[in-house]
């Protein structure tokens, strides 16, 4: 049973959406896209929304709407699996996959949100319609709606305050698979003001939720909800008025988890607040410091021993590092640079953590790269040779999956 829930009675003529994280529910909890749609839909009086996820199905013929929010690669197999059973009226999708290339989509889905739902989606509703035609047509002139062979890929993002999604569902027995546990999601900004030409964020400037909006949703939220942590969404948690953020969660005594740092951005006022809710952190330097340089990630190597010591100052108890291979121009020397980088590093900080991830070159972005699997495997061989720390190495064949969906056709 799950709680907090909105209670819908249904009538004659209301009309009903499903929308479905294609993956298992205790991951799907997680994520904001069905939350800010479950809310959102739900608050018109004519329509009534699901939350429906890969291990908690329903029959779709039923619903008018279904959507799909496309958050990795790799459930496209699932959202084929769904499909291949029910075969709904209407279907769409959103999602970051689907901003990136909605094409792997389509001849599978009628439509796609491109951009913020929160604008879209009840722009999309007002014009719903039986007739398949008129309501293409009707959608097609809508700004973030693709709809193939009517109209252009087109991007619309928003304003965050216009809409925040309070009602967070979460089962009322939790188990170690839900990797937050219970809490409230906190979504503070969207987009990224840094440039790495390897992501797909570069382009979306990033929006910033005011200061009064979050301690107003704060307030309401944790309430509703009855959560007392707090999970902080954002990129590059960049965020202006972050220090006041954590200061208000510290006085209301709720604990909380920041997402990566950016070390560059970083400094020891914000981390001694952190430390009083978190024990550990996550950065990423990605690679050696040259290449990295080179792919537009401006930190320089000095930044990251600099935060180390202060990380250790302050007792953090571990630190996880975020690292790539096969990249382009990557090279031995670079390798040889990240050994290096770790050995320094673990001068500073001895419980590290290394976790290393094949690069998957993603359309749209500045960094276009074939995958090499024979480079990347010899490439990783190099690290498993000569690095003595803790590493999480993610599976090269997965990778390869992920680059050919991404890159489809
Ligand atoms: S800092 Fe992170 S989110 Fe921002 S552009 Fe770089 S990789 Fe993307």
């Known amino acids: 049973m799950e709680f907090p829930l909105i209670e819908k009675k249904w009538f004659k003529g209301q009309k009903s959406l499903a929308i479905v ?48 929010t496309w958050q990795y690669e790799l459930d496209l197999r699932y959202i084929k699996q769904i499909l291949n059973k029910n075969k709904p009226r209407y279907t769409f999708a959103g999602g970051p996959c689907v901003i990136q290339n909605p094409k792997a989509l389509e001849g ?24 398949k035609n008129s309501f293409f047509n009707a959608i097609s002139k809508i700004s973030g709606v693709y709809v193939p062979k009517k109209n252009k890929i087109n991007s619309y993002y928003c304003d965050l305050d216009i809409f925040y999604p309070l009602y967070q569902p979460m089962p009322e027995k939790i188990d ?51 959560r007392n942590k707090v999970v902080i969404y954002s990129a590059s948690f960049t965020h202006p008025k972050r220090k006041q953020i954590l200061e208000y969660l510290i006085e209301k005594n709720i604990r909380f988890s920041v997402p990566s740092i950016k070390v560059e951005v970083m400094d020891l006022e914000i981390l001694k607040l952190i430390r009083k809710s978190q024990t550990s952190l ?11 340089i080179k792919l537009g990630k401006l930190a320089r190597d000095e930044e990251f021993f600099k935060f180390a010591k202060m990380a250790k100052e302050l007792d953090f108890k571990g630190i996880k590092l975020y690292f790539m291979v096969g990249l382009p121009e990557q090279n031995e020397d670079d390798l040889r640079e990240m050994v290096g980088f770790l050995e320094r590093f673990q001068e500073y900080f001895n419980n590290i953590y290394a976790s ?30 000569n690095l003595n720390i803790k590493m999480k190495i993610s599976s090269v064949s997965t990778a390869e999956k992920i680059y050919k969906i991404a890159n489809f056709p």
């Open 356 to 385: 290393i991830h094949p690069y998957v070159s993603k359309p749209n972005t500045f960094l276009l790269k074939e995958f090499d699997k024979k480079e990347i495997k010899k490439q990783i061989n190099y690290l498993r040779r």
């Open 108 to 131: 599978l889905i009628d439509f796609f949100v491109t951009g913020d739902s929160e604008v879209i989606l009840p722009k999309i509703l007002e014009v719903y319609s039986y007739d």
């Open 176 to 226: 170690k698979n839900y990797v937050f546990g219970r809490c409230f999601i906190l979504e503070i900004e969207r987009g990224c003001p840094f440039s790495c030409k390897f992501c797909a964020l570069k382009e979306q400037k990033p929006r910033y939720r005011s200061f009064e909006e979050i301690i107003e949703i704060l307030n309401n939220g944790l309430l509703l909800n009855q």
């Open 282 to 292: 996550t950065i990423a330097p990605e690679c050696g410091e040259h290449l990295r």
């Open 21 to 68: 994280y294609p993956n298992l529910y205790y991951g799907g909890v997680y994520c904001l896209a069905p939350l800010i749609i479950y809310n959102l839909v739900n608050l018109k009086t004519n329509w009534a929304c699901d939350r429906l996820f890969l291990d908690r199905l329903k029959d779709m013929k039923n619903y008018d709407l279904v959507g799909f």
